[in-house]
């Protein structure tokens, strides 16, 4: 692995306590970003790849990314779990160039390279050469030159991938407030429902925080305000893990604690402004309680969404400095009857790249990265909520996810 | 073929092209407010991945059924959502006639899309195809059904504008 950068280190300086300001730099430094490859993606974090419904057959596989490093995710033919670096011990081609398939083993297409589904090197073309010249010679360990592992962890269909031997099970990492979150939207056998992404004109970074902001979900989004899906005045709150990486936040119908949005004129609340058909904002109660919208986050980049009966996860991954792409794999459960799938497809409207509450996150986050270019120097400020990281009951009006995600990436940067 | 039939199946793809260009100027001319006239009362409308397709996958990223959600879809546009300012030329490429039986025309084109936006940076948005299925009304063809098939799974940054 690369030497951590020390330019990087000598020109950053994260100003002062707390994680309540952020250096613009942050968003726009080529050097930081090689850095968070290695130190985030590489590091001691679990990173999404895939659900296990994507990959219920022996020799399954999907091609996936951890960071920038490409991945393979596959169901070995004793029905494990395998991930490993997509890319060939010998020379680095890509083993799969593919999204998905299924294969009895990798075989790289420039020198025939092969490899099982744990990536153990099984065959080298012409490893004694021919006619008894060439080949690899004697000291050739091929033991030695296996593919690049990741560890694996399972929990509720999901599986996540980590490269460092450092980072601790799943449930530990993410904590048992939280795992409980992922519990209450799992609670069946999944069925995809579809793929598709949206590009973004700007660093992850300002993505992965728009998810932990629950301060702009009313204010931005003029459907979640109108419509009644996320208002300040409704319940709900926010959830953050003890070291402050992940979070959930969410909102409930039931009786509003105060007329807080009658007294906030904001951009948000259209009064007058009625769909014509509203059938996409009918909700099914399924999950037990009466939790309108659900966003939850695990550090770095994972996204698991319920707004209504529209069930996600996301999957950011950075595509360099200045842009970064979101996968979203949309869900329904294997015993969804047609009409819930039909209710399903309907309120699909409200998210994805067209949403009609998820295009504007894709639009802010180039808003940023333009201005970001200014002033290297110069931070933002997130005082909403206080300055510390605590979770709150009832007021989602506060940044204190996003200076969690702070504090977690200031943790696995050393910076 | 006849020349009956020649010149039936001509007057049709005539009918076709020149609808498919009426279309595509609303969307190109911010005449967004014309768009839902384009189709039948309960028609259907939707934008959705090639992979998808394949995969034989029901997820849209976009999905009207009804004038009713296609109106909103406008009127979100108008007065909802937040995005920069930009506009669509749409390019129409070959345009196939599938069928034409029991009053429904079943047509397949090819399309690309380029986007401006408002400081003058230019992109190749979209491309792909569109199926549609039209119908006669008093109002001349009107869409009965129209399944837009994007190339790409990918779209830059968000998709307001329809295609």
Known sequence: MAQPSLAAENTFAWPGEGTWRVPFQVYTDPEIYALEQERIFQGPTWNFLCLEAEIPNPGDYKTTYVGEAPVIVARTPDGRISAVLNRCAHKGALLCYK????????????????????????????????????????????????????????????????FSDRTPPFAKYIGAELIASIDRVFIKPLKVLGYHSQVLPNNWKLYAENNKDSYHASLLHVFHNTFGVVRPNMGGGIKISDNGWHHLSYTERGAPNNDATGREKVRSLKEQYRLEDASMMEHKLELGDQVTNSIQ????????????????????????????????????????????????????????????????????????????????????????????????????????????FWKGWRECMKL | MKDVDLSASLITRLRVDSFLADYVHVLDSDRLEEWPDFFVEDGNYQVITRENVERGLPLAVMSCQGRGMLRDRISALRTANIFEPHVYCHILGSLRILGNTEGAIQTESTFNVVRTMADGAMSLFACGRSRDRLVDSPDGLKLAERV???????VDTLLVIPL
């Open chain 1, 99 to 162: 999204q998905h398939g299924s294969v009895r083993e990798y075989n790289c297409v420039y020198h025939n390279w092969t490899y099982d589904l744990d990536g153990n090197l099984t065959g080298v073309a012409f490893r004694k050469g021919v006619g008894g010249k060439g080949g690899v010679g004697p000291d050739f360990d091929q033991k030695a030159h296996g593919l690049v592992r990741l560890r694996t962890e399972t929990y509720k269909g999901i599986v996540f991938g980590t």
């Open chain 1, 297 to 404: 986050t695990v550090f770095p980049t994972l996204v698991i969404q319920q707004i209504f009966n529209a069930l996600a996860v996301r999957q950011l991954v950075p595509r360099g400095v200045d842009r970064c792409e979101l996968l979203w794999t949309v869900l329904g459960f294997e015993d969804d009857d047609a009409e819930m799938t039909t209710l399903r497809m309907k309120v699909n409207n409200l998210v994805g790249p067209a949403g009609f509450v998820s295009m504007e996150d894709g639009c802010v986050g180039g808003f940023i990265q333009r201005a970001a270019q200014a002033d290297r120097r110069a931070t933002t400020i997130m005082p909403m909520g206080g300055r510390a990281i605590e979770p709150s009951q009832g007021s989602r009006v506060t940044e204190a996810a996003v200076r969690g």
């Open chain 2, 148 to 154: 837009v098939i994007l190339d790409s799974r990918q």
